[in-house]
């Protein structure tokens, strides 16, 4: 099967630009997530989609950061203005969940975010 | 604020022993655990899961958990070079909505 989609690979922008990360996931899987992962730290979990419905997006700094995921299928990540801070990867991940069960993530490539 | 708790390294190993990582996590509801290995550079990548009633033997890798001491280990038997990198322990929470990651743990495998 395909795997996660994300693009760009990498984007350099000056601080207080604006920048937008896209992803495609895995067909058939309704959860989809945003995750923050900065130099030496784990992933953060920015924002989580079921279906095109947000399930938690406590973590994601709505003064600047937004997303959306039409139709179901795919999603955007926007960071409006940006911040030195905001250097980071961002990784897009989609889950299978049947019931209680879950079975993991499946991530993308991820995102390299270098803001100067 | 639930926690999952990892040693950063890194741990060093010689080729062909056992590797063992470790990772506490404070939410005692817990019932699902993750173990991902993330090569420098790319993406982290799922390697096992377990549910609370159980361990799990897949290969090389074997994933224990200890529900009565919040952790949960990940044995490498005969380590390879190639298993070099770091792994991340990820804990979904009570609710089960919400995976929470560690930092960590960076494991070199000396040839």
């Known amino acids: 099967e395909a795997g996660v989609a994300q693009s760009p690979r990498y984007k350099i922008i000056e601080k207080r630009q604006s920048v937008a990360f896209w992803c495609n996931p895995i067909s058939g899987h309704a959860t989809l997530y945003w995750y923050q992962q900065i130099l030496g730290q784990g992933p953060k979990l920015l924002i989580q989609?079921?279906?095109?419905?947000?399930?938690?997006d406590s973590q994601l700094p709505k003064d600047r950061f937004s997303a959306e995921r039409l139709k179901g299928v795919d999603s955007t990540l926007k960071i409006q203005p940006a911040k030195l801070e905001d250097s980071a990867v961002y990784l897009c991940?989609?889950?299978?969940?049947?019931?209680?069960?879950?079975?993991?993530?499946?991530f993308g490539s991820g995102t390299r975010l270098t803001v100067v | 604020q639930k926690e999952v708790e990892q040693n950063s390294g890194p741990l060093s190993v010689p080729e062909g022993a056992i590797a063992s990582l470790n990772c506490t996590y404070s939410d005692r509801g817990s019932q699902s655990f993750f173990w991902y290995r993330q090569y420098s550079g790319k993406s982290p990548e799922l390697i096992m899961f377990i549910y609370s009633n159980g361990d799990k033997e897949d290969g090389r890798f074997t994933a224990q958990l200890n529900k009565a001491s919040q952790y949960v280990s990940l044995l490498i038997r005969d380590s390879q070079p190639s298993d070099s990198a770091t792994y991340l322990c990820a804990v979904r929470d009570t609710g089960g909505f919400k995976t929470i990651f560690g930092a960590g743990t960076r494991l070199f495998v000396k040839a």
């Open positions: 989609f079921q279906n095109n419905g947000v399930v938690d």
């Open positions: 991940a989609s889950s299978l969940v049947r019931g209680i069960g879950h079975y993991g993530y499946t």
